[in-house]
């Protein structure tokens, strides 16, 4: 029988995961079945959905928003950086038939910066804009690359300095910003789904050689366009990280670390 994965999501009708999963299988030589599962949104609904999926010989499966820390307190086990990140994006079925928990989030950004945008993080200043769990997702993974500092500004900077606090990284208000000149900019912030643009200065772009935004599009998002507008040297959008998160969970299931950067290419030609 063809391998089974999934994607647990609400919405997930647009879920890029099937096309990209189907890319990886094509490098490793196989074919595998991903499909998307819409589920209602309460964690009785994902339990069930999840519970029936690897009952029917689910594989594996990511899981994508509302449904993140449901599944973090459904699974058996936790890898200790989906414990740092609060939040679980892959269940991985063990050989007992108990679920355990990773997330891939983090090392996803990171291998689309250092292996596809070829950006080196060590000793660069990178400054984290938001203190949701997009934020907390990314912060270990970056800390790993050695940077020479991460600071968290968010617009309640309360969240910032409890979030730096817990990984002893720096916080930082929104006005606090005009005075930093990171090399790094990633906007976090989940505002940029819609087009809102963190109330930054403008200051922050001026010495930067990336400016990162989480989200991505056909086009490049107004956080980028503005990025761009006040002195950024180069933009990048969160397909790459997408990618990168996808072949984190591929390699946990499959043993197979796929290439990501012919996998984005072909993902940017179909959104046009
Ligand atoms: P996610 O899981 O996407 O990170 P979240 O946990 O709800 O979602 O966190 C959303 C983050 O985006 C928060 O840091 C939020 O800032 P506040 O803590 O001040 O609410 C930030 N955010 C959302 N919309 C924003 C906007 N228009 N401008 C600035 N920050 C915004």
Redesign the pocket.
């Known amino acids: 029988m063809t391998a089974q994965y999934a994607v647990f999501g609400n919405p997930i009708a647009h879920s890029k995961s099937p096309q990209i999963h189907a890319h990886f299988a094509a490098q490793q030589g196989e074919v595998i079945e991903y499909s998307r599962i819409l589920v209602e949104n309460s964690p009785a609904a994902f339990q069930a959905a999840v519970q029936d999926f690897f009952a029917r010989g689910g594989c594996g499966a990511n899981v994508t928003?509302p449904f993140?820390q449901y599944a973090f307190d459904l699974v058996d086990e936790l890898s200790e950086r989906a414990q740092a990140a609060g939040?679980v994006n892959t269940l991985i079925l063990l050989e007992n038939g108990q679920l355990r928990g990773d997330n891939t989030d983090g090392v996803g950004l990171v291998n689309d910066m250092v292996d596809n945008l070829q950006v080196d993080l060590r000793g660069k200043k990178v400054l984290i804009?938001?203190?949701?769990?997009?934020?907390?997702?990314v912060v270990l993974p970056i800390l790993a690359q050695q940077p020479d500092s991460l600071i968290i500004a968010?617009?309640?900077q309360s969240?910032?300095i409890e979030l730096a606090t817990q990984f002893s990284v720096q916080a930082a208000s929104?006005a606090d910003t005009a005075q930093l000149r990171p090399d790094i900019v990633i906007n976090?912030?989940?505002?940029?789904?819609?087009g809102?643009?963190?109330?930054?200065s403008e200051n922050i772009f001026s010495e930067t050689s990336l400016v990162y935004d989480?989200v991505y599009g056909a086009e490049p998002t107004p956080f980028l366009r503005h990025a761009q507008a006040h002195g950024a040297a180069r933009i990048a959008d969160g397909l790459g990280m997408l990618v990168g998160q996808a072949a984190e969970s591929f390699r946990l299931w499959r043993g197979f670390a796929p290439q990501i950067a012919p996998v984005i290419a072909a993902i940017r030609a179909e959104m046009g």
């Open positions: 928003v993140k939040a804009l938001g203190a949701g769990g997009a934020t907390r997702g968010n617009r309640t969240k910032a929104f976090a912030t989940s505002g940029s789904l819609n809102e643009l963190p109330a930054v989480m």
